[in-house]
C-alpha cells in the first residue's frame, strides 16, 4: 500500500492552520474540477486525490491520527481490525468502494469509526454523499443600488456551463456583505447535493458621495455671497435633490447633517460647505472688495498671536 502525502498533495505545511489548508483546496478544486476540462481524463484523478488530502486534513481527529503514523504507517497497514464503540472489541470491517484510496479507506474511513458491524462479519455502507464544494464570486454595485436596494442579473460560468441568475441586493447593504445562493455552487462529486455560491458585494466609488457605514458625505460649493449672506441651495442626495438652508456668516468647512438622507437604516448626509471663491473679478468687483477690505473688522490671525 502506498503511503499518501497529503500535506504535499495540498502544497501546504504540516503546521498549516485550518484556513490556510481550506484555501489551498478550494484553489485546486476549482483548477482541477473535472468540468473545466471534461477531455482531460488525468483531472479527475488529481481532483480525486485533492478531495481525499481535504477530507482528512480539515478534520481535527482524522488529521492527529495522520500525523501520529509516521514511520509507522506500513506496519499499521496490515492490522485489519479496528475497536469497536466498547473497550477491548474488536471488529471487522468492509468499507467497500469509494473514491478514495486503499491508504484513506485502511486508515480513515468513518465505517471504521462506527458501531454498525457484528463480530461475525462485516456489514457493507456505500459511500456518504458529500455536499460540493461552495464558490465564492464578487458583485459590484452602484451605491445607488446599495441605497434603494435592487435586483439584477449575473453570468455565472462553470467549466462549459454557462448560467443567468437574478440576485437580490438588499437595501442598506455594506460593502463586504455576503450573498449566499443555495445550490449554485460546484456539483457533488459524490451524488450529493451542489454547493453553495457565496457572492460578496463591492460598492463601487461615486462621483459625489463618500461612504462611512450608514452615513454619507458630500463637498457642497456655495459662493462667497451665499456664505456671507446667508440662501438657500439645491444640493443632491440618493433621494434625490433636497433644498438646504446656508446661515448667513456661514464658515468654511461647516458641516450640515441632513437626517435620514443616508442608507437604511437611520444613516444621515453630511454637507461640508466648501467656499469658492470668485476668479478673473471685473474692475468693479475689484474696487467693492477693496471697500470691503477696508471695513473688515476681523482679525483671522488672532489665535496666531497676530493682530
Known amino acids: 500500500m502506498e503511503y499518501k502525502d497529503y500535506y504535499q498533495v495540498l502544497g501546504v505545511p504540516r503546521d498549516a492552520d485550518e484556513k490556510s489548508i481550506r484555501r489551498a483546496y478550494r484553489d485546486l478544486a476549482r483548477q482541477y474540477h473535472p468540468d473545466t476540462n471534461r477531455q482531460d481524463k488525468s483531472l479527475e484523478e488529481k481532483f480525486r486525490q485533492i478531495n481525499e488530502a481535504y477530507q482528512v486534513l480539515s478534520n481535527a481527529d482524522k488529521r492527529a491520527k495522520y500525523n501520529q503514523l509516521g514511520a509507522n504507517w506500513e506496519q499499521l497497514s496490515q492490522q485489519t481490525t479496528y475497536p469497536g464503540p466498547q473497550q477491548g472489541n474488536w471488529q471487522q470491517f468492509d468499507v467497500g468502494q469509494s473514491d478514495f484510496s486503499d491508504f484513506f479507506r485502511t486508515f480513515f474511513s468513518e465505517n471504521a469509526e462506527s458501531s454498525g458491524y457484528?463480530?461475525?462479519?462485516?456489514?457493507?455502507?456505500?459511500?456518504?454523499?458529500?455536499?460540493?464544494?461552495?464558490?465564492?464570486?464578487?458583485?459590484?454595485?452602484?451605491?445607488?443600488?446599495?441605497?434603494?436596494?435592487?435586483?439584477?442579473?449575473?453570468?455565472?460560468?462553470?467549466?462549459?456551463?454557462?448560467?443567468?441568475?437574478?440576485?437580490?441586493?438588499?437595501?442598506?447593504?455594506?460593502?463586504?456583505?455576503?450573498?449566499?445562493?443555495?445550490?449554485?455552487?460546484?456539483?457533488?462529486?459524490?451524488?450529493?447535493?451542489?454547493?453553495?455560491?457565496?457572492?460578496?458585494?463591492?460598492?463601487?466609488?461615486?462621483?459625489?458621495?463618500?461612504?462611512?457605514?450608514?452615513?454619507?458625505?458630500?463637498?457642497?460649493?456655495?459662493?462667497?455671497?451665499?456664505?456671507?449672506?446667508?440662501?438657500?441651495?439645491?444640493?443632491?442626495?440618493?433621494?434625490?435633490?433636497?433644498?438646504?438652508?446656508?446661515?448667513?456668516?456661514?464658515?468654511?468647512?461647516?458641516?450640515?447633517?441632513?437626517?435620514?438622507?443616508?442608507?437604511?437604516?437611520?444613516?444621515?448626509?453630511?454637507?461640508?460647505?466648501?467656499?469658492?471663491?470668485?476668479?478673473?473679478?471685473?474692475?468693479?468687483?475689484?474696487?467693492?472688495?477693496?471697500?470691503?477690505?477696508?471695513?473688515?473688522r476681523t482679525q483671522p490671525r488672532s489665535c496666531l498671536g497676530q493682530s
Open 118 to 296: 457484528s463480530t461475525a462479519g462485516a456489514r457493507r455502507r456505500s459511500p456518504r454523499k458529500r455536499k460540493g464544494e461552495d464558490l465564492d464570486a464578487v458583485v459590484e454595485i452602484g451605491l445607488e443600488e446599495a441605497f434603494h436596494g435592487s435586483s439584477r442579473p449575473i453570468q455565472l460560468k462553470l467549466g462549459e456551463t454557462l448560467r443567468t441568475l437574478e440576485v437580490k441586493i438588499p437595501a442598506g447593504v455594506e460593502e463586504g456583505t455576503r450573498i449566499r445562493l443555495r445550490g449554485q455552487g460546484y456539483p457533488s462529486t459524490s451524488g450529493g447535493e451542489p454547493g453553495d455560491l457565496y457572492l460578496m458585494v463591492r460598492i463601487a466609488p461615486h462621483l459625489y458621495f463618500e461612504r462611512k457605514g450608514l452615513d454619507l458625505f458630500l463637498d457642497l460649493p456655495v459662493t462667497l455671497g451665499e456664505a456671507m449672506l446667508g440662501a438657500k441651495v439645491e444640493a443632491p442626495s440618493l433621494k434625490g435633490p433636497v433644498v438646504v438652508t446656508i446661515p448667513a456668516e456661514t464658515q468654511n468647512g461647516v458641516t450640515i447633517r441632513l437626517r435620514g438622507l443616508g442608507l437604511p437604516p437611520g444613516g444621515d448626509q453630511y454637507l461640508k460647505v466648501k467656499v469658492v471663491l470668485p476668479q478673473e473679478i471685473t474692475s468693479q468687483e475689484k474696487k467693492l472688495f477693496q471697500e470691503l477690505k477696508a471695513l473688515d
